[in-house]
């Protein structure tokens, strides 16, 4: 470029030549340091997929009312020790319903219903309470300040409001005073590689099996066989809020 | 020239309103060390005692600027030279309001969260902007107004502020009217009733205000502006009770929500009393009478009409958003429900010392700014001057 | 005049350069070596900079993301960096996160939610 007749352009291709291969090189060098380290890490797992839903079909036909298996478990796998005050936390509860007009009665496990349009995520001025790619509803403890709006926008109460200091948490669900929380399908779990939530497993293991898990948008799963053979309702669907969780026998 | 006595009364008056803040702010304190578990909320009553005081303050902050709108937006001569304290009690009245609602959040030292990270989609995101938003406009209107060069900039930033606390009541009314799921407040109407009890609510601690201030330095109004700005209550009382009945109505004979009107009109115990005894009888008719009654209006009279409208406005807010919370989700219509965590159930919410507290120290701080704001500039109406016409 | 101005501060400016160093106040920070035969997953002087950011982008990661076991995850530092008597990172004041963050006094609030205690212990 020094000495020779300039080109008729100027030399700026060659300018630009030497500033798009600097500006590559600046723009993959990090990215080439990144690499090296995220190597030598240990097994991290693949995060969550988009071309998941996860769901659950709960059917209530096979829920004795006064049992709380799935109640239990959860509180043991997240650490929440049993409720008995109206500010402890409840991530799952059994409800007893009669139905006015014909006194039909149910017994009802009811959660967060991980809707596909959450109100919760809708209301939260902080985005703290969203809905993860693979269709999750969580509180990003990180973001929340605490408002507790999406407590007054959930319709299932299915929001709890840590009301004083903890201690003693599960290393793999970490939860504080003065953030909202509710079930999270156990993602630890589901992150892990599990294949099902606490509530499920322990419903499977005692036998009653009303408690089914997967992903709705696996044809081939077992939810998702389920739920075409048989019929199923989504609580309070009037709302259009689509959740993840369906019910049998309500 | 101020006396020695006008000094110390100041002072005396500052350190009041600054002992109430403080004592607010330490009970802030200790509802942050020791977590809401020390007040009455539990997770069916989420919003409490100090959400009625805030929501007060706020939708008080909305109206009270009623008075400098109609001054200078729609030139009402007797209302112009009222509009510098409209104004400064507008602040004061935001800041108190935004004080206790910060300060009740589970997590308060993460505000600087909420004012970087914003999710669009909620109202309370854009009250962030909103009520901020607010306190700049009202100060420029202010500035424009004191400051002589710029007073002809006065109505366009009147104008200005207008619109913006319209919007913002608006949002207000919508940070309810959105919740779908809650029989008390998933209705298109909140965002306009919130609006006219606006008007109500300022006028009120407007005329509380003025009427101390006038007190306090020996003065009188004029028997006409009284009489217009006793009728203009009246009248926004009249509006609010109408506005309240259509809510009500709405929720009887559209959303057929009989079981929940029941409650808060009959059956609920202290939510009736407070609506019927507080808000109907003590909050707006017998004001009402006070102010349009021939012979009983005084200024005595329009005093404690206005402050019986204040206690009305806190009734009615207990009614709404604590009754709100009280009656049970509906998550199975047409079913009777039991569970542990008191599904079905009316929830029981008696507030604490803690939330008493902080609901008074908000109203410390904004009496603490407007006392400040009126030692410091000239806010006192000017009635007398040859270019107020009566 | 000048001269009663000048001893004020020379005794005020005493008292605080005393009192900055009392034995027994807050104790320099005693960092214990971390789990034998590891290396950290960035240099000390990277991470005692740049730790904050790497903790701030990992949770978003993983909470968004859902990925675990990262090279900055949280309980990937405190599995090398518990103490051998507390098993914690935040439990007494001389383990490893507390030690240096309250000789700086910067206080960090992740142990009001997150488990300080190393594996499955609580």
Redesign the interface.
């Known amino acids: 470029m020094s000495g020779e007749p300039k080109a008729v352009d100027g030399g700026r291709r060659a300018w630009l030549g030497v500033a798009a291969a600097g500006l590559a090189g600046v723009m993959l060098a990090p990215g080439v340091r990144l690499i090296e380290?995220?190597r030598?890490?240990?097994?991290?797992?693949?995060?969550?997929d988009p071309a998941v839903r996860w769901g659950m079909l709960i059917d209530t036909t096979k829920c004795a009312p006064g049992c709380e298996d799935c109640v239990t478990a959860c509180q043991t796998e997240n650490?929440l020790g049993t409720?008995t005050?109206?500010?402890?936390?409840?991530w799952i509860?059994?409800?007893?319903?009669?139905?006015?007009?014909t006194g039909r009665q149910a017994s009802?496990p009811?959660m967060c219903q991980h809707c596909a349009e959450p109100?919760c995520?809708?209301?939260?001025?902080?985005?703290?309470s969203?809905k993860?790619?693979?269709g999750i509803v969580?509180v990003?403890?990180?973001?929340?300040?605490?408002?507790?709006?999406c407590?007054?926008?959930?319709?299932?109460?299915a929001?709890?409001?840590?009301?004083?200091?903890?201690t003693?948490?599960?290393?793999d669900v970490?939860?504080?005073?003065?953030?909202?929380e509710s079930c999270t399908l156990c993602?630890?779990r589901?992150?892990?590689g599990e294949k099902t939530t606490a509530c499920a497993e322990a419903c499977a293991k005692a036998g009653h099996g009303a408690i089914v898990f997967g992903d709705l948008n696996d044809p081939g799963s077992e939810i998702a066989r389920r739920v075409r053979e048989i019929q199923t309702t989504q609580?309070?669907a009037d709302?259009k809020l689509d959740p993840g969780v369906r019910y049998h026998g309500? | 020239m101020k006396t020695i006595a006008e000094t110390r009364n100041f002072w005396l008056l500052v350190a009041l309103g600054g002992l109430v803040t403080a004592v607010g702010l330490g009970a802030a304190h200790t509802m942050e060390v020791h977590g809401h578990v020390i007040t009455g909320m539990d997770n069916a009553v989420v919003w409490g005692l100090p959400h009625v005081f805030a929501i007060f303050m706020i939708v008080a902050a909305s109206g009270v600027l009623n008075v400098a709108s109609i001054g200078s937006v729609f030139g009402q001569p007797v209302y112009k030279p009222r509009a510098p304290l409209s104004g400064l009690l507008s602040i004061a009245l935001l800041a108190g309001g935004l004080m206790v609602l910060m300060l009740d959040l589970g997590r308060p030292e993460r505000v600087i969260v909420a004012a970087t990270h914003y999710n669009f989609s909620s109202v309370f995101a854009w009250n962030v902007f909103l009520y901020s938003g607010m306190v700049a406009i009202v100060a420029v209107y202010l500035w424009t107004m004191f400051e002589r060069r710029f007073n002809a900039w006065s109505k366009p930033a009147g104008i200005a502020a207008l619109v913006w606390r319209f919007v913002l009541t608006t949002g207000t009314g919508s940070i309810f009217g959105f919740l779908v799921a809650r029989q008390a407040y998933q209705s298109a109407l909140l965002a306009p009733l919130f609006i006219v009890l606006s008007f109500g609510w300022g006028l009120a601690v407007f005329l509380v205000v003025q009427a101390a201030m006038y007190r306090w330095n020996d003065r009188h109004l004029p028997a006409e502006t009284l009489a217009r700005l006793s009728r203009l209550l009246g009248v926004f009382i009249a509006a609010s009770l109408y506005l309240v009945a259509v809510y009500h109505l709405t929720n009887l004979y559209f959303a057929r929500q009989a079981g929940f009107e029941a409650f808060i009109l009959r059956d609920g115990g202290i939510f009736p009393l407070l609506f019927w005894g507080g808000y109907v009888l003590l909050g707006s008719v017998l004001p009402m009478g006070l102010l349009f009654h021939p012979r009983w209006r005084s200024e005595g009279a329009v005093l404690a009409a206005a402050l019986l409208v204040v206690a009305g406005a806190f009734a009615w807010l207990f009614v709404f958003i604590v009754g709100g919370q009280a009656w049970p989700l509906d998550i199975f219509p047409g079913h009777v429900v039991s569970s542990s965590f008191s599904d079905g159930q009316i929830a029981a919410y008696r507030p604490t010392a803690p939330e008493w507290l902080l609901g008074i120290g908000g109203l410390g701080a904004a009496f603490l700014l407007t006392t400040i704001g009126v030692r410091a500039l000239d806010f006192m109406p000017q009635d007398d001057l040859p270019a107020v016409k009566h | 005049m000048w001269r009663l101005l000048a001893a004020v501060l020379l005794v005020l400016v005493g008292n605080a350069a005393v009192a900055a160093e009392p034995a027994g106040r807050t104790p320099k920070p005693a960092i214990e070596p971390a789990k034998a035969l590891t290396q950290c997953i960035a240099p000390t002087e990277v991470m005692r900079r740049d730790h904050p950011k790497m903790l701030k982008h990992q949770r978003d990661e993983t909470v968004h993301g859902g990925i675990r076991g990262a090279a900055a995850s949280l309980k990937g530092c405190i599995d090398c960096h518990a103490g051998a008597a507390t098993h914690s990172v935040a439990k007494a004041p001389g383990d490893f996160c507390v030690s240096c963050h309250a000789y700086a006094a910067v206080k960090i609030d992740c142990f009001e939610c997150h488990a300080s205690t190393k594996g499955t212990q609580r």
Request: hydrophobic share 35%.
């Open positions: 380290i995220a030598a890490a240990p097994a991290r797992t693949g995060g969550a650490g409720p005050r109206p500010t402890d936390a409840r509860r059994k409800i007893e319903i009669k139905e006015i007009k009802v009811v109100p995520v809708d209301v939260c001025p902080t985005g703290a969203f993860r790619a693979d969580l990003d403890r990180h973001s929340c300040i605490g408002c507790r709006y407590m007054m926008a959930c319709p299932y109460k929001r709890s409001f840590v009301h004083e200091p903890l003693d948490q599960h290393p970490p939860r504080g005073k003065g953030c909202v993602v630890h589901l992150d892990r609580l309070r709302l309500i």
